[in-house]
């Protein structure tokens, strides 16, 4: 089972891109959606997630106050705003969802249950 993602593309600094992350419905048992990214020769980093259920949300610090997630229930679908992009946002974006229940920001990256196919971003100086 894979999560769709989309909306990657090429942007300067200073430009916005919105990603999109769409949840198969028969395998909808989703506690929390969150977004990760993976540059070159780098490990894959927390970016931002939200709790399904009440829409909570949470951003790791470099990204806070430029990037918002945020989610539509009808439609299964979590965005991740980014706006103000920098050369350093530059990476492969991708989705994850968590079912367990049992979710902080510091869950590791292999204990997700379902993945996005990632959407590479890149910001141009």
């Known amino acids: 089972v894979q999560l769709q993602a989309s909306g990657g593309g090429l942007v300067q600094t200073g430009g916005s891109l919105r990603l999109s992350c769409t949840v198969p419905r028969r395998t909808f048992n989703t506690y929390a959606m969150a977004w990760f990214r993976q540059a070159p020769g780098k490990e894959r980093e927390f970016v931002a997630a939200?709790?399904?259920?009440?829409?909570?949300?949470y951003y790791a610090d470099s990204v806070k106050g430029r990037f918002t997630i945020s989610r539509d229930n009808a439609k299964n679908t979590v965005y991740l705003q980014m706006n103000s992009l920098k050369p350093e946002d530059t990476a492969n974006y991708y989705c994850?969802?968590?079912?367990?229940?049992?979710?902080?920001?510091?869950?590791?990256?292999?204990?997700?249950?379902?993945w996005g196919q990632g959407t590479l971003v890149t910001v141009s100086s």
């Open positions: 994850a969802s968590d079912g367990s229940g049992r979710w902080d920001r510091t869950k590791p990256p292999s204990e997700y249950d379902y």
């Open positions: 939200v709790i399904w259920r009440d829409g909570r949300t």
